[in-house]
């Protein structure tokens, strides 16, 4: 079947992390219609274009691409489509595809992104762990020092923290969460989309212990639920109310910081007219 030629430009395209089923139907569509693939590895791409009975050229673009590849790929979107594909999942998120993004954009070429697999949200969904407010941050370091500061700095914040990590680096980042974050809850996501899927959730000591016992194998998400928030005391309280009081009315103002405390908004509510002097 022929495929009309597609614009010229950048096409961001999400591949399959593990199942290859898990292609979109546009994704495929796109390169099939598309001039060219840049990609972290060509061998990896090559498998997933042969599994779709495409055949098209594979420009490789991976950490180690000089600016003269990139320039060479910018200049070949004046007159080509040309597909963004990272090894699995969504490129630009933990690779180096921003970069191209960015001057493509700079350079006024068309951009065009294809939502699809991720593995960071996939672990996120299957962990069981609070996912209103999350913060990606990438591999954890491997060095202990500076394992330690990320992890710091992700417990500072209320959200769950997910990362990515390595099987043989596993069972030491679980037992530095276990010393520095002994009340978190933990989860672990492995092969994911894959025969062997595994997502265990507990405290990071078990967890530790499970995976010393039966290592790991495959590419993982790793996930640290927030911490209990800090209870808020009364002359937080009082402080809160009257910030709200200078543009709310008092029913108004308590209803604010009983969403944002958890506080009892009929205590609140009292609380404010004595603040207003009603």
Known sequence: MAHE??????????????????ITLRAAETLARC????????????????HLGLSKPLWRYDDHASEADRARILAAMQEKAVALASDAGTPLVSDPGYRLVRDARTAGLAITALPGACAAIAGLTLSGLPNDRFLF?????NKDKARREALNDAAQMSATAIFYETAPRLVKSLETIAEMLPDREVSVARELTKLHEECRTGRAEDLAAHYSACPAKG????????GAAAPVGDQDIDALLADALRSAKPSQAAAQVAKATGRDR???YARAL?????
């Not at 614009?7 to 898990?22: Q, S």
């Not at 941050?137 to 370091?141: D, H, K, R, S, V």
């Open 35 to 50: 001039d060219a693939v840049a990609c972290e590895d060509t061998r990896v791409t090559g498998k997933l274009m042969k």
């Open 266 to 268: 009929r205590a609140l």
């Open 5 to 22: 030629p597609l614009r010229p430009g950048l096409y961001i395209v999400a591949t399959p992390i593990g199942n290859l089923g898990d």
């Open 274 to 278: 004595e603040l207003r002097g009603v």
């Open 219 to 226: 590419e993982i998400v790793l996930m640290i639920g927030p």
């Open 137 to 141: 941050a990438g591999f954890l370091p």
